[in-house]
């Protein structure tokens, strides 16, 4: 027996049974006459047993009809119930929310998310792990994770693009009283640069990459600071220690204001991205996507 088609059948036939007729129930329902018979047609085909005596002008359920109309009226206000309970479940859901994001963009952005976030799931609990190096998501179960790359590698967790910012390579205007003004990046060796830590041991030296000529070229950085904190290497370099990197996120007051200024603001800039991921799962549990929704809805804007 066909299990999906005797549930759209019945279906039909309830709705033409609380009706007590063909017309009216077509009335209710948006589906012509003719289909809701042949639908209960089929049914009771399928079912081997008569549900209905109709005429012209009456229809009466047969004993074994009234009885299926009892059964199949309870499945329906279960259904119902089921609905509204996954609706309310939105507003009313709890348990716990766990995050991993790197340790600057998670202090710059998400306390603000996740106050939105309690305010409007006020029994969800949150745990979010800051960490610069990148949490395995699956084994330390977690359910987003926030990364920021110029491609993703290619894993089994799903993702999307929450934003996409520039890196800018800039310095104080009084570091350059003492040192010459560099007009290409081939010139970054004779400075002391500020960059993050770098993690690709295949690499003696950071380096720093540019487009050039829709080529990406990378500049080994040889007089270099390392830190593992966007925060620190902002006051180094509003310090005029040398010279950094840092997201346009990050400086767009500084720039503004022009405490800081831009290096080399003619050449084509590399694309970077924040992305979201989660879990690859069939059906996405409520709490992540709430929290992805707000998350796009807020950094959107950003």
């Known amino acids: 027996m066909n299990h999906n088609l005797l549930m759209y059948y019945a279906v039909s036939f309830l709705a033409v049974a609380k009706a007590e007729s063909f017309s009216k129930a077509a009335k209710n329902t948006g589906i012509s006459k003719a289909q809701l ?3 209960v047609s089929n049914l009771e085909k399928l079912l081997g047993i008569q549900l209905m005596n109709r005429t012209t002008r009456t229809l009466v359920l047969t004993e074994e009809g009234k009885q299926f109309y009892s059964d199949w009226e309870k499945i329906e206000e279960n259904s119902i119930e089921t609905i509204s309970h996954l609706q309310q479940d939105f507003t009313h859901m709890q348990g716990t929310l766990k995050i991993t994001a790197p340790i600057d963009f998670g202090i710059q952005f998400l ?4 106050q939105e976030f309690s305010k409007q799931y006020p029994k969800m609990n949150v745990i979010l792990s800051l960490s610069n190096i990148n949490e395995n998501i699956i084994e330390q179960n977690f359910d987003i994770a926030i990364r920021i790359a110029n491609q993703l590698p290619s894993s089994n967790l799903r ?3 929450i934003f996409k910012f520039h890196r800018m390579i800039c310095a104080t205007p009084h570091y ?11 010139e970054l060796y004779k400075h002391y640069c500020i960059t993050s830590v770098n993690y690709n041991k295949s690499n003696l030296y950071p380096q720093w990459s540019f487009l050039m000529n829709h080529k990406i070229k990378h500049y080994k950085l040889e007089r270099f600071i390392e830190v593992d904190s966007l925060y620190a290497q902002r006051e180094l370099i509003k310090s005029g220690v040398g010279i950094g990197r840092l997201p346009d996120y990050f400086i767009k007051e500084e720039l503004k204001k022009g405490t800081l200024i831009e290096l080399f603001p003619k050449l084509e ?5 924040v992305y979201v991921l989660y879990p690859d799962t069939i059906s996405l549990p409520k709490r992540i996507r709430a929290f992805i929704d707000l998350l796009l809805q807020k950094l959107n804007k950003a």
């Open 37 to 39: 018979s042949r639908h």
């Open 269 to 273: 800039k590399l694309i970077s991205y």
């Open 159 to 161: 993702s999307r693009t």
């Open 176 to 186: 350059f009283k003492n040192q010459k003004k560099p007009h290409h990046p081939e």
């Open 111 to 114: 306390p603000a998310i996740i």
